[in-house]
């Protein structure tokens, strides 16, 4: 029986919480923005000066920052109803990552200074924007925690449930999880801060032992006990 796991733990107060505050917006007639990104594109740069609210309406994106020279990390890859963006309400606020698109995206953007005026006015508006932060702010909690494992194994075994909460699609059996995006092993690499190569061990060890099965770069969750046994190693 299939059974549906595209929302993350918060993803329905998530979208509801972006939706509203899109609509108070709009009924207070301030203006965004929409646009379409192709895989690759940039959305912005780090270093950018940070002038806007961006919210994720369809697509994958991707918050990474480079290291010794040609390397990437992965901070956070990002589903629709995602907000994204470094926005200072006091001084000036500099982009602390690169977004790039990964598949085709459409991007609302609100400029900052809407933003204030909004959160100024109304404060359904404030409240709203509160909780959409600390609702990413427990998501960006969340993959630090994958991080403080020495081994990558333990990393993998944390990472893999949260990707599969975000991005699952469906149970095929009733109890494996297939995450709906094509990672290479060097994207899982950038992500728990390891090399392709022990990525690559780590995830032929899994699949020898029927932890998750890799079907045309798609990774399927089958153990869900044993990768939970494994994440507190």
């Known amino acids: ?37 192709q895989p690759g594109d940039a959305i912005y740069s780090e270093g950018e000066y940070g002038d806007a609210l961006y919210v994720l309406i369809s697509g994958v994106v991707k918050l990474f ?13 990002l589903k629709p109803w995602d907000i994204f963006g470094h926005l200072a309400f006091v001084g000036e606020a500099r982009q602390r990552a690169y977004a790039e698109a990964v598949t085709e995206c459409k991007v609302t953007k609100v400029p900052k200074i809407f933003m204030e005026r909004a959160i100024r006015r109304e404060p359904r508006a404030a409240l709203k924007m509160m909780t959409l932060l600390e609702l ?26 949260i990707l599969a909460r975000k991005f699952g699609e469906r149970y095929d059996d009733g109890r494996s999880v297939t995450i709906d995006l094509r990672l290479t092993h060097q994207d899982l690499a950038a992500m728990v801060a390891s090399t392709r190569e022990s990525v690559t061990k780590v995830l032929n060890d899994m699949r020898n032992r029927g932890v998750v099965g890799i079907e045309g770069g798609r990774i399927t969750l089958k153990d869900h006990a044993a990768l939970e046994r494994l994440s507190r190693v």
């Open 1 to 37: 029986m299939a059974v549906e796991t595209g929302m993350s733990e918060f993803g329905e107060v998530q979208e509801q919480e972006c939706r509203e505050l899109l609509e108070i917006l709009r009924r207070m007639g301030i203006a965004s923005a929409d646009r379409i990104y």
């Open 65 to 77: 920052r480079p290291y010794s020279g040609s390397k990437e990390a992965t901070l956070r890859l």
């Open 136 to 161: 990413r702010l427990v998501q960006y909690e969340e993959l630090v925690g994958c991080l403080l494992p020495r081994e990558t194994e333990v990393r993998l075994a944390n990472l893999l449930p």
